[in-house]
């Protein structure tokens, strides 16, 4: 008797979720991502062994081995508002569209009297005068109140203030939780060859703008086994 032959089909294998699921997911990470700003120098901080990251609500203070201040505001609410105050104190005028590019930049390194002309320039050419500026002004020989970094890191504690209220008060009256620990917070990032009076200087300035507390930053060290 001869065999019953079986007829064969070719499988078939529906792509189309994946593919849809593919682009959901790309389209998730594309709208959730915030991109990170250039940072104008690179620095090598001392190393430690503590593995707790830095916040990401931050006024980042970042010191560089030749002794020169950068800073960054990275709650974009916060750092409008405190360069409307800059602008009014050392009467600077920019534009709305200056504003917003300012919030969008990296860190500030240089005198509020330079950002109008610095802010005019096409991206390619802020990020090399950033690289090239000489930093904002801290000289604390004379008085910690009339240096641009005092005036900054003022502002920036005052505005913090009331926005965290803000967003506390906001997240009660709609009973939500609000992380209160991962708010904005104060951060020094030195280079491990950074003078110690410059560091210092630095510490001295968060002082007298009534900052009590700050992180320093640091790489981290590996463990001994």
Known sequence: MPKVKMPRSNPSLDMTPMVDLAFLLVTFFMLTSSFRSPEPVLIDPPASTTEKEMPKQVFLVTIDETGRVFID??????????????????????????????????????????????????????????????????DTAQKIRNCELFKWTLNARIEADNDFKQREADAEAKNQPFDKDNYMQFVVKAAKDTKYNVVKSVIDVLREARVSQFQMITGLEAKPE
Do not use: C, H, W
């Open 73 to 138: 505001i990275t709650n974009a609410a916060v750092k409008q508002n405190v360069l409307r105050k800059m602008m009014k104190e050392y009467k600077v005028g920019l534009t709305d569209e200056d504003v917003k590019k300012f919030i969008g930049s990296g860190p500030l390194g240089m005198q509020m009297a330079q950002l109008p002309a610095f802010l005019a320039l096409e991206t390619e050419k802020r990020n090399k005068v950033a690289e090239a500026a000489k930093g904002v002004p801290y």
